[in-house]
């Protein structure tokens, strides 16, 4: 028998690996059609974008810096060097392009437009790694519809390639901690690029370091070696510090570091190199020490819930209204409302679901004699275990005692010393989740002798790793996420300067959060179905058998005598029948855990198709809200007007403008529109024009005591602006 089994048991191996092999191959072409889809989508929508803002115009006056940067790495010297430390790596990749001879302010639309298709891919496989495909690929196509996100795209801001190039960077963070740490090789080098890109990207650095602190678990590590070896306790943390170090993980960890280092120092130097002010360094300072900005920014809103009270509009909007060349997005839609109540409802039954079960798991645990025998015969792990439960009160003390100190304090102190804080706070949160979510596993699976691993098998696996792939938790990935919203928010809100784009940062958030609790509720709506047809389905059935009992009872005399010897029979033959049951055991066992395992399929395929349908419909919907979106930017704004037709008029009216001296209420615009070094001059300015030889001076919302200026005469107005020329 063993030697016929051999070669079925190879044939049936070989069957089971062809068909993994083809599961994978199919899996991948999924992702392949997904990824093409998102690629596809979010590159029409960068299309129709590039060509709308370029019919409207530049809005944000931060792009002009970042195009005569780009002209100046190009071999063009037009503005000033001092600027070169704004998003060096965008203004790199447009002066190659520049310097092909395409000066063109299309030109930066597309290098920023071309990181949406990047970070909308980059949003499918980081919500792949906790949710299935058909939910992370609506995540992705919710990243890409929000309205704040299609407004600030391919308009030569550097929020979305800041964002994109974050995403990837957590992408590649959790690939390192729970998949392979070579990829940390990728992350922090990856980070340093998008810090130039935009210094806000720096906020990524404490959440990578986060989620290794998560599989670490450093504060559970801690309570039990206080705990197992209170007199030792220094050596041994120098003993979990030696294992770490000699980890492989930590070997990748380091070189990534380094790496991350030696780029950071090139951009230094060729950044000190073409003479630019190192300025992040000074704005790193003024965030640390509590600076809030100017009131006389056009962004200043105090207002410290301006973020959460827009973000309806930040998700659907049905209009755009600008504000001093600030666009603001009015009038959130129906969609809005429906990812904030998918959300919040998510959440809501979700924190229900974990408390009740905390509560039922912790009354079995009180009723369970086999635990209290247990308790009683192993008094070491009943010490850890007590400790651990006082150990858990004092932690949630510590967390409500923190988070009273954030609220009560926010704004008052430094936004850096809020998030310090905050993240504390979140590694309490974590290990006091952790300890329950592990607790609970433990009371539901009776699987007592794996107590004293609670705090540090993390910690452990994630030490004596050597390329092994550890399983992505539900509360890690989570808590990042929040963190992730947190972090921002706490920051933006925190400054008195605030405009919509700033909070395109936490967008991926949203968005998988609204993914997340997608999934989450239907599966729970499916189950609660099914749970329903069940039930009625036996209680169908308990009527049948009890109408067929009753009326076979007393009815069958010789049925019973029959069913009597039988029984008697079986009794006889009980030591034979015995044998044939142990051989046919397994093979019962075998069938019942194959029906199971049929039973279990379909009803997963049933889940699987409800929530694809549901998807498949959302998606379809967000995609045409995405181009919806498109539809609502204006092509024409006169005070985005007024400079180009200003410039345009004067380069016909003066062919040779380029020679005169030009001053202007504004360098930006003009040193673009001009092409040409222009002076900044203010009507304060207005006395020394004529002593500086000025020819052109170009003013806007000019006051009326100073309308008219000695010696100089208005050639051409639009909107607010003049245009004054000096009498020769």
């Avoid at 056009?298 to 998700?315: A, C, V």
Wanted: charged share 15%; proline share 3%.
């Amino acid at each position: 028998m063993s030697e016929n089994n051999i070669p079925e048991n190879n044939i049936i191996n070989k069957i089971n690996k062809n068909k993994i092999y083809k599961y994978k191959i199919y899996k991948h072409k999924i992702d392949i059609l997904f990824i093409l889809i998102i690629a596809i989508f979010t590159s029409s929508l960068v299309y129709l974008l590039i060509n709308a803002n370029d019919q409207l115009g530049i809005y944000c006056s931060d792009v002009f810096i970042y195009l005569t940067n780009s002209l100046n790495l190009a071999g063009y010297p037009l503005g000033k060097t001092s600027n070169l430390y704004l998003s060096p790596v965008i203004c790199v990749i447009t002066s190659l392009i520049f310097k092909l001879g395409y000066i063109d302010q299309i030109t930066i639309f597309t290098v920023t437009g071309i990181f949406f298709p990047i970070a909308s891919i980059g949003t499918y496989l980081l919500f792949k790694l906790k949710l299935n495909r058909i939910t992370s690929f609506f995540g992705a196509i919710l990243f890409s519809s929000f309205s704040l996100n299609i407004l600030w795209t391919a308009n030569g801001t550097m929020d979305i390639p800041a964002i994109a190039i974050s995403i990837w960077v957590i992408y590649f963070t959790i690939l390192a901690v729970n998949k392979n740490p070579k990829y940390f090789l990728l992350a922090f080098p990856l980070f340093v690029i998008g810090f130039f890109t935009r210094y806000t990207v720096g906020f990524i650095l404490p959440l990578m370091f986060l989620y290794i602190l998560f599989e670490i678990d450093i504060i559970g590590k801690i309570s039990v070696l206080r705990y197992k070896n209170f007199k030792n306790f220094k050596k041994s943390i120098l003993v979990s510090l030696k294992k770490l170090i000699k980890s492989n993980s930590f070997k990748y960890f380091l070189v990534g570091i380094l790496i991350a280092l030696a780029i950071f120092s090139l951009f230094l130097v060729f950044l000190t190199n073409k003479g630019t002010d190192l300025t992040f360094i000074t704005q790193t300072q003024n965030v640390v020490s509590g600076d809030k900005g100017s009131f006389i920014d056009p962004g200043f809103k105090p207002e410290p819930y301006f973020y959460i009270e827009n973000l309806g509009n930040f998700i659907s909007s049905n209009s755009v209204e600008f504000h001093d060349l600030i666009p603001v997005l009015k009038n959130p839609g129906i969609l809005s409302y429906f990812v904030l109540v998918l959300i919040s409802g998510g959440a809501l039954l979700y924190t229900l679901e974990l408390v009740f079960r905390s509560i039922r798991n912790h009354r079995n645990k009180n009723n369970d004699n086999n635990i209290n025998d247990y308790e009683n015969k192993n008094n070491y792990e009943n010490k850890i275990k007590k400790y651990s439960n006082k150990a858990i009160y004092l932690k949630v003390l510590l967390a409500i005692i923190i988070t009273i100190t954030i609220i009560f304090t926010y704004k008052q102190v430094s936004s850096i010393i809020s998030e310090i804080l905050f993240l504390i706070n979140i590694l309490l949160i974590f290990n006091i989740l952790n300890y329950i979510l592990s607790s609970n596993n433990l009371n539901n699976t009776n699987n007592l002798n794996n107590l004293n691993n609670l705090n540090n098998s993390n910690s452990e696996d994630y030490n004596n790793s050597n390329n092994s792939i550890k399983p992505i938790k539900d509360l890690n990935f989570n808590l990042l996420m929040i963190s992730w919203f947190f972090i921002y928010l706490i920051f933006f809100s925190f400054s008195d300067v605030k405009v919509d784009r700033y909070f395109i940062t936490v967008m991926p958030v949203i968005a998988y959060f609204g993914a997340y609790c997608l999934d989450f509720l239907s599966s729970k709506f499916i189950k609660f179905l099914k749970s329903y047809k069940n039930k009625k389905q036996l209680g169908k059935a308990f009527s049948i058998k009890n109408n067929k009992d009753n009326n076979s009872e007393n009815n069958n005399p010789i049925e019973n005598n029959i069913n009597n010897n039988s029984n008697k029979n079986s009794n006889n033959n009980k030591n034979s029948n015995n044998r044939t049951k142990k051989s046919n055991n397994t093979k019962n066992n075998n069938s019942t855990k194959n029906s199971n395992s049929i039973n279990n399929n379909y009803d997963n395929s049933d889940k699987d198709l409800v929530q694809s349908l549901i998807a498949i419909i959302l998606i379809l919907v967000f995609i045409v809200s995405a181009f919806s979106s498109v539809g609502i930017i204006p092509s024409k704004n006169k005070d985005i007007d007024g400079p180009i037709i200003i410039s345009d008029w004067l380069k016909n009216y003066d062919p040779n403008y380029d020679s005169k001296v030009i001053w202007t209420y504004n360098t930006r615009y003009y040193t673009w529109y001009l092409m040409m070094n222009v002076g900044a001059a203010y009507e304060k300015d207005i006395p020394k024009l004529e002593k500086n030889n000025v020819t052109y001076y170009i003013s806007r919302n000019i006051s009326k005591e100073n309308y008219t200026i000695e010696n100089y005469t208005i050639i051409k107005k639009y909107n607010n602006i003049n245009l004054y020329k000096r009498n020769t």
